[in-house]
């Protein structure tokens, strides 16, 4: 990246990546868990790099209205696309992502293959069995989604089989 490049870390909630290394990029700072961004907010103060992170908001991947169209040079999301259950919302996402990026701006998208999430399925049958039935894991595999203990639906997003997107924006 260019000199003085702005940086969007979109879902990036504790700064597990992301965290700017370099002084001559600034970084914003994006997740839907405001307990997520205190964690970062502390990391940022601790490792001294505030000077480099532009700002560190709530905001979600299908709405980043909060930010003007081409803002930024380049984008990480390595967290947002596991937890979108919906193809809508997962194109939702992408749109929103290549309006903030300027013409020719870098994105990197992590994705968790359909086969990885059945495969964190079978782990947690092992100690929850009452939450991983036969049938329940019948379903995962035919429609992708399954009921956990707690009655939410948790969505194994579908993709091409690749973890993780890199591209430009035209």
């Not at 870390?9 to 700064?15: I, Q, S, W």
């Not at 907010?41 to 905001?59: L, W």
């Not at 020719?104 to 968790?112: K, T």
């Amino acid at each position: 990246l260019e000199p003085e490049s702005r940086i969007l870390n979109l879902g990036g909630g504790p700064v597990a990546y992301g965290l700017p290394g370099r002084v001559d990029h600034t970084v914003t700072l994006c997740d839907l868990s405001q307990d997520l961004l205190n964690v970062a907010r502390s990391k940022i103060e601790e490792h001294a790099v505030s000077e480099s992170v532009e700002g560190v908001q709530v905001a979600n991947a299908i709405d980043l209205s909060a930010f003007d169209n081409t803002k930024f040079d380049a984008a990480l999301s390595f967290g947002p696309y596991y937890h979108l259950t919906g193809e809508d919302e997962r194109e939702q996402a992408r749109r929103e992502l290549f309006r903030v990026l300027k013409p020719g701006g870098r994105f990197l998208a992590s994705f968790l293959p359909r086969i990885s999430g059945l495969t964190g399925l079978i782990d947690r049958a092992a100690p929850h069995p009452e939450q991983v039935t036969t049938d329940v894991f019948a379903q995962a595999v035919k429609s992708g989604a399954f009921h956990n203990g707690d009655h939410r639906v948790v969505r194994i997003v579908a993709c091409s089989g690749q973890a993780l997107y890199i591209g430009t924006k035209a």
